[in-house]
Nanobody, 121 residues
């Protein structure tokens, strides 16, 4: 079982990036997929999640209206479209597979390697 996150990079404030999280060894109907991030000196935080049952989506307040999570079952991939990026979005972003979108991060069984997102002019 593996998750591969990609798509990070350096972007100017107001710009966009799309992160991808590709799963192998299981299908997306098996787990909820969440995106988490950790900024330097800060605690990790969950920012978005898509459920396994009905593709319900959830967002942290700070990213609502700017980020969109989606999934492509044929590609076994979850995407996080990030728009109107702000310097405060700078962090290492991780995707993870867990039982439900309401589960705490400690319940998430599988984690991908992080991808760095830097928002700076």
């Amino acid at each position: 079982v593996q998750l591969q996150a990609s798509g990070g990079g350096l972007v100017q404030p107001g710009g966009s990036l799309r992160l991808s999280c590709t799963a192998s060894g299981f299908t997306l109907e098996t787990y909820a997929i969440g995106w988490f991030r950790q900024a330097p000196g800060k605690e990790p935080e969950g920012i978005s999640c898509i459920s396994r049952e009905d593709d319900s989506t959830f967002y942290r307040d700070s990213v609502k209206g700017r980020f969109i999570i989606s999934k492509d079952n044929a590609r076994n991939t979850v995407y996080l479209q990030m728009n109107s990026l702000e310097p405060e979005d700078t962090a290492v972003y991780y995707c993870a597979a867990g039982p439900t979108c309401n589960s705490p991060a400690t319940f998430y069984s599988y984690w991908g390697r992080g991808t760095q997102v830097t928002v700076s002019s």
